[in-house]
Structure formats: structure tokens, C-alpha cells
């Protein structure tokens, strides 16, 4: 941090310190600052350093006595004409020389509020990225998850409340409420696994019309957004097809006029169909089978018979066999 601090203030100010040779030389902004005449002698420096308290002095001399790598002090100090001022000093040591960046606080303090600003931006997004990813990790529809995340997303950006997302995905568009887009646009896609297109475009309304364009953290922050919603998308299309499965699979169980039976690894029946439910005579009561041990339902003397079928099923082998099923009131079937 202090190497960037350092070349920063370097920019209004900046000295050199020749480790080998101590001979010290500085930039025309150092005179600027320390209100001293362009081309002045060095000596102003000691003049300036003198004046200091004695702890002050021992800080001042940390720095150009190069006992750190990086180092940085604000010092209140007067300037040769009788002023004062609180300059920040922030210093590199190259091995060969001493750099030292220096400004007025007041300048100092300018870069700090923009280092804040600068922060609080990326704090705003990495909360807009986090509130979308959770948004798609949620068990909702498509057109919900892309609705809620058009009216997230300008608070990630500058100007959240003259910024406007429209997202569009299958012939359908998502819109911020109140949205005018009118202003400068900025857009991104992405193509999801069943090859539609997700796209997004973020607009800035007409009071933000003279706006040029957008900060490249925001054209990074839509990108991650539109992978967190590609992703949503293709979990929840997942889940709606594994559901239709589950459904015609379940529409088939129940209309088959014989018996099918879901039975687990374990021999517990999972499901059995109202076909089998009858058989097995609980079709009023289908907790009296569902849940039970299968073998249960088996005629003692075929358990074998039915145990040789389960083992060839689990290792997906075909094989066949009649066995006696024993109804819950004693009824045997085949």
C-alpha cells in the first residue's frame, strides 16, 4: 500500500535520496508544497526539519535514514516564509535510492476521500453480486428470478436510482420498474445450456444522459452477474424437467393394470401402484405395504425366489421368475 501511496503523492511532489552518494535532489512540486522558491538550495529541507519537535525530528530522519522499505509520516511542520502546514510524506527504498512522495494533507485528504469512494463503490457491488447469487440459488421460476433481478441490479451501480436492467430470456423481457432507457446502454449475454440466449441491457435514464459511459468494475460487475443467473436458470430447468420425469413416471405407475413395485436396495418398498396395493390387499390402508420390508409380502416359501431377482436387478441384469405374493388378510396372488 504504501509503494501506491507513494507513487501517488509522487505525482504533486516527490524527492530522491542517493543512498551511495546521501546527495538529495527533488522535484519542482516539492517547492510548491513546502512554499519554497523554485531551485532553492537543498539546505531548506534541514531548515524545515530543525524546527520539528525532537520526536518529529526522529521521524523525519526514519525516513531519509532509510531504516524501512516503505514507510509513512504526517508531519505539522513551518515553512522557511513563517507558514505552517501538515504534509504526508510516504517513502520507497529502491536499494539504490530513497523515493519519497510528498503533499499537503489537505491534497492527501482528497485522495483518501476518493480511496473511500472508490471503496464504497466496490462494497455496493460485491452486495448487488451477493443478493443476485442468492437470489439464483433459490427454488423459484425462471420469471421470477429473472423479474427480482432487474429491479436488483442498479443498486450496484453509481447511480442506482437512474439506472435501469432489462433482462430478456426465451421471448420474454424483465424489466426495472419506472424504467426509461433513454440514456447510454450497456450490454452482455450469455447462452444457456438449451441454447437460448440470456442478454441484459443496463440503461441510464434522461437525468443521467450526460454520463459518457461506465466504470469497468460495472461492465465486470454484469458479466459475474449474467454467470450467477445463467447458472440459476440452469438449475431450476433441471429441476423442472427431473419434476415432468417424476411426473410421467408417476402417471404410468398409477394407470399400469399390473403390479409395479419401487423397492430400495435394502428390500423397503418405496411405491407400489393401486394395482399392487389391491393385490397385496391395503389399497385402503397403503401404509400397511408402503415403507414395510418387501419380503415381507412374500410367500416363504418363494423368498428366495424373489431375493435372486432383487440382487440381478440391482446389478441391472435381466432375469425371470414366478413367487406367491400374501396379501395383508392372507390372500395369496401370483
Keep these: 500500500?504504501?509503494?501506491?501511496?507513494?507513487?501517488?503523492?509522487?505525482?504533486?511532489?516527490?524527492?530522491?535520496?542517493?543512498?551511495?552518494?546521501?546527495?538529495?535532489?527533488?522535484?519542482?512540486?516539492?517547492y510548491r508544497v513546502l512554499d519554497v522558491p523554485p531551485g532553492s538550495d537543498m539546505s531548506f529541507v534541514k531548515q524545515i526539519r530543525d524546527k520539528l519537535g525532537e520526536?518529529?525530528?526522529?521521524?523525519?530522519?526514519?525516513?531519509?535514514?532509510?531504516?524501512?522499505?516503505?514507510?509513512?509520516?504526517?508531519?505539522?511542520?513551518?515553512?522557511?516564509?513563517?507558514?505552517?502546514k501538515t504534509i504526508c510524506?510516504?517513502?520507497?527504498?529502491?536499494?539504490?535510492?530513497?523515493?519519497?512522495g510528498i503533499i499537503q494533507e489537505k491534497e492527501s485528504g482528497d485522495i483518501l476521500k476518493k480511496a473511500l469512494f472508490d471503496l464504497n463503490e466496490r462494497v455496493k457491488e460485491q452486495n448487488c453480486l451477493y443478493r443476485i447469487a442468492s437470489l439464483a440459488a433459490r427454488d423459484i421460476e425462471v420469471g421470477e428470478l429473472l423479474s427480482e433481478a432487474a429491479e436488483i441490479i442498479p443498486d450496484g451501480w453509481l447511480y442506482p436510482h437512474h439506472t435501469c436492467a432489462i433482462?430478456?430470456?426465451?421471448?420474454?423481457?424483465?424489466?426495472?420498474?419506472?424504467?426509461?432507457t433513454a440514456g447510454v446502454e450497456l450490454t452482455d449475454s450469455r447462452k444457456v445450456n438449451n441454447g437460448k440466449e440470456l442478454f441484459a441491457r443496463i440503461s441510464l435514464d434522461n437525468a443521467a444522459a450526460g454520463v459518457s459511459g461506465y466504470l469497468s468494475?460495472?461492465?465486470?460487475?454484469?458479466?459475474?452477474?449474467?454467470?450467477?443467473?445463467?447458472?440459476?436458470?440452469e438449475r431450476i430447468e433441471a429441476r423442472a424437467r427431473i419434476e415432468q420425469s417424476e411426473q410421467r413416471l408417476s402417471t404410468i405407475l398409477r394407470s399400469e393394470p399390473e403390479c409395479v413395485k419401487i423397492v430400495s436396495p435394502k428390500g423397503e418398498l418405496i411405491d407400489m401402484n393401486p394395482a399392487g396395493?389391491?393385490?397385496v390387499q391395503a389399497e385402503d390402508q397403503p401404509e400397511e405395504a408402503i415403507g414395510r420390508d418387501v419380503f415381507e409380502l412374500i410367500?416363504?416359501?418363494?423368498?428366495?425366489?424373489?431375493?435372486?431377482?432383487?440382487?440381478?436387478?440391482?446389478?441391472?441384469e435381466k432375469s425371470g421368475g414366478v413367487f406367491r405374493i400374501v396379501g395383508k388378510k392372507g390372500k395369496v396372488s401370483h
Excluded: W
Excluded at 55 to 66: C, E, S, Y
Design 167 to 180: 433482462l430478456s430470456y426465451d421471448g420474454r423481457e424483465y424489466a426495472t420498474k419506472s424504467c426509461d
Design 277 to 279: 396395493l389391491r393385490m
Design 299 to 316: 410367500h416363504p416359501e418363494d423368498k428366495n425366489i424373489f431375493k435372486k431377482l432383487h440382487k440381478d436387478a440391482l446389478k441391472g
Design 217 to 233: 468494475e460495472e461492465k465486470e460487475l454484469l458479466s459475474s452477474i449474467l454467470d450467477s443467473l445463467k447458472l440459476g436458470i
Design 1 to 30: 500500500m504504501a509503494k501506491n501511496l507513494t507513487e501517488k503523492l509522487a505525482r504533486f511532489g516527490s524527492f530522491e535520496f542517493d543512498l551511495s552518494t546521501e546527495k538529495l535532489s527533488c522535484s519542482d512540486g516539492v
Design 89 to 100: 510524506i510516504a517513502a520507497e527504498n529502491t536499494g539504490e535510492n530513497l523515493i519519497c
Design 55 to 84: 520526536d518529529d525530528q526522529h521521524r523525519f530522519d526514519h525516513i531519509f535514514k532509510n531504516l524501512d522499505k516503505e514507510s509513512r509520516e504526517t508531519f505539522l511542520i513551518e515553512t522557511p516564509d513563517g507558514n505552517h
